[in-house]
């Protein structure tokens, strides 16, 4: 297993009262799609009482926009969230470090679910090695190593 998440980017901030108090979330280790964090961090605000049980729904929205490969908070009245904290998840949800506030928030980048960006696959049936690389475009690279 590949862990995408861990200890260098697993924590997630956010305050209920513009600020006043804050609440961390700190998501388990382990290898997560951007479904498995949202539903993470819904758990577990719910389970803190950061819930609307009147309409049955989240004060913290996070959507994938598979369209633009970015995230999107939708972050109810008074709540905040804040992403300037060491180790915050921000990094793989494209989000800058800094505060987001009520309303429809969208990641100014890409996100970054994937940690690793080559495997070496070695094997004594074919007598050889290949080597895939990722570039920075996205493409990937082959190579054959006898």
């Not at 009245?77 to 928030?105: A, H, K, M, Q």
């Not at 070695?122 to 690389?133: H, N, V, W």
């Amino acid at each position: 297993m590949f862990s995408n998440i861990d200890a260098t980017n697993n924590s997630f901030r956010y305050s209920p009262n513009n600020g006043t108090a804050w609440f961390n979330v700190t998501i388990p280790e382990g290898c997560y799609e951007i479904k498995d964090i949202i539903e993470q961090v819904q758990r577990l605000m719910k389970g803190a009482g950061h819930y609307n049980s009147v309409i049955d729904d989240h004060n913290i929205k996070i959507e994938a926009n598979n369209n633009t490969l970015k995230t999107v908070f939708r972050i109810a009245e008074d709540y905040v969230v804040d992403f300037t904290t060491p180790n915050s998840i921000r990094t793989v949800l494209g989000f800058n470090d800094r505060r987001y506030l009520s309303g429809c928030n969208e990641s100014e980048n890409i996100v970054d679910i994937m940690s690793i960006t080559s495997l070496r696959v070695t094997s004594c049936i074919i007598g050889a090695s290949y080597t895939l690389y990722q570039r920075d475009n996205g493409k990937c690279d082959i190579f054959l190593f006898p």
